[in-house]
């Protein structure tokens, strides 16, 4: 009788365990999306921190990419040197811009921005920027 008990306990132990982290790849339910210039050259080492996700933009394989999951927020940490200009645009992997994304960026010269249409957004160049968007 102990041996029936300890080997339905055992199933049941490896079909519990079996089930976790079935739910499908972490990966599957990421948005990628990719930071330009005002030449729309992708750009590189913008560190970020979402959510649920965080690195430098690019360190995945192609230029200016970032990932994150939906409902996210990512702050983007833009040193003084990162681009020509002042402002950068979030585009699809077609380079349509992204629309409808509220932002704000606290820049170390005081100035707030918020959102602009075709994915552009101001940042005050000469200074370390900090903009967080709610994806």
């Known amino acids: 009788m102990n ?3 300890m080997t ?29 210039d005002i030449f ?21 394989g192609l230029a200016g990419e970032f990932s994150f999951r939906p409902l996210d927020d990512c702050t983007f940490y833009i040193d003084d040197h990162i681009a020509l200009g002042d402002e950068l645009f979030i585009v699809d992997i ?12 606290n820049f170390d010269s005081g100035f707030t921005g918020e959102f ?10 000469g200074y370390n920027d900090v903009c967080t968007f709610e994806f």
Do not use: Q
């Open 8 to 36: 339905v306990m055992s199933l049941v132990a490896v079909l519990g365990l079996s089930a976790c982290g079935s739910g499908g790849d972490y990966y599957d339910d990421l948005t990628t999306l990719f930071i330009v």
């Open 40 to 60: 729309n050259e992708r750009v590189n080492d913008i560190e970020y921190i979402c959510d649920t996700t965080s690195g430098l933009t690019g360190d995945h």
């Open 3 to 5: 041996k029936i008990k």
């Open 94 to 105: 077609t380079d349509r811009g992204i629309n409808d994304v509220y932002y704000t960026c």
């Open 116 to 125: 602009n249409a075709d994915g552009e957004f101001f940042y005050d160049y």
